[in-house]
């Protein structure tokens, strides 16, 4: 087979073209190995099982409460250090601090500026456009926003339920993260991305927590549940009457010789009064088999007047 000069030409371009493909999508992750992830996968799944359902539960919220179509998704779950995080974040935005008992620490629920005025433009009755001023709330504002925070936290002491029973009390607001002294600069958080939709319009929407205060909880949510004596005792007791019942299950078991290969002429031709040499030697033991599967030998005799066969060693015990 040949090819054209211009087949030839193109073969580099398409192998250039297929790595640059490779190099686009493969992504480089730094990784710090001064400060190791310690969110393991297990912890990492709990967490993502239970804002995922904080996310389904919000969206009824936003949607009961603006009277408008509202999604929210969940992004992504991370672990940064605080100051990594209030680095993410504008410069001017809407900041819940709140605790978390039993949770050490304090929490903090952030949402744009500009989406927390177009909820109030909603709630009061507003087309909720998309350009709102860039200042704090007012006091009526402010007071509408908190309903709309209560029931939010409300949702998330449910969906962690299964985690860590928490208590979220809101501790106050802050508009600049930089103000915001939820944590030190060096301490791990664990950052919760969400993207929230109102009509066409998406807006991120984070949730930080205590990596150190939710660890504890998250280890033991994912341990084991604790067996108490009367389980085991239980769990021994019906192990045991399924041993005594399988005991006595009958059981078809098949004492026989080794195959014997034949050709199809040989097989076709046999009559009755032929004899076949069987491939069994005469020394070696019989094939004790369930099943079709061989589990142990035995010699051929007789108990009384019937036939029986002798247990023997395998061949791999005799060798």
Do not use: N, W
């Amino acid at each position: 087979m040949t090819t054209s000069a211009a087949e030839r030409s193109a073969a580099p371009s398409a192998v250039r073209s297929r790595r640059r493909g490779r190099s686009a999508s493969a992504v480089a992750v730094p990784y710090d190995f001064s400060r190791p992830i310690q969110l393991s996968r297990e912890h990492q799944r709990m967490l993502q099982l239970a804002f995922d359902g904080f996310a389904r539960q919000v969206t009824t919220v936003f949607t009961s409460m603006l009277r408008s179509v509202c999604q929210v998704t969940l992004r992504g779950i991370d672990q940064r250090t605080y100051a990594e995080y209030v680095q993410s974040l504008p410069t001017t935005t809407y900041l819940t601090l709140f605790s978390a008992d039993p949770v050490a620490g304090r929490g903090i629920l952030e949402m744009p500026l500009t989406s927390v005025l177009s909820c109030v433009d909603h709630m009061l009755g507003g087309p909720g456009s998309d350009h709102q001023p860039q200042r704090p709330l007012t006091e009526i504002e402010s007071g509408v926003v908190s309903g709309l925070m209560d029931r939010l936290f409300g949702e998330m002491r449910y969906s962690l339920g299964s985690i860590v029973p928490i208590e979220p009390t809101v501790e106050g607001v802050e508009y600049s993260p930089q103000f915001a002294q939820a944590a030190g600069a060096s301490d791990v958080v664990v950052v919760v991305d969400l993207e929230l939709r109102i009509d066409e319009r998406a807006h991120r929407m984070t949730v930080c927590l205590p990596f150190v205060g939710l660890l504890p909880h998250l280890t033991a949510a994912a341990a084991p549940a604790p067996v108490s004596g009367r389980e085991r005792a239980q769990r021994a007791h019906a192990a045991e009457l399924l041993r005594q019942q399988f005991e006595h299950v009958p059981v078809d078991v098949a004492v026989r010789c080794r195959p014997t290969t034949l050709t199809p002429q040989v097989f076709a031709d046999l009559r009755p009064g032929d004899v076949l040499r069987l491939g069994h030697p005469a020394s070696a033991p019989l094939d004790v088999a369930v099943d079709g599967t061989v589990f142990a030998h035995a010699t051929a005799g007789t108990q009384g007047p019937r036939l029986a066969a002798l247990i023997v060693a395998t061949p791999k015990e005799a060798s």
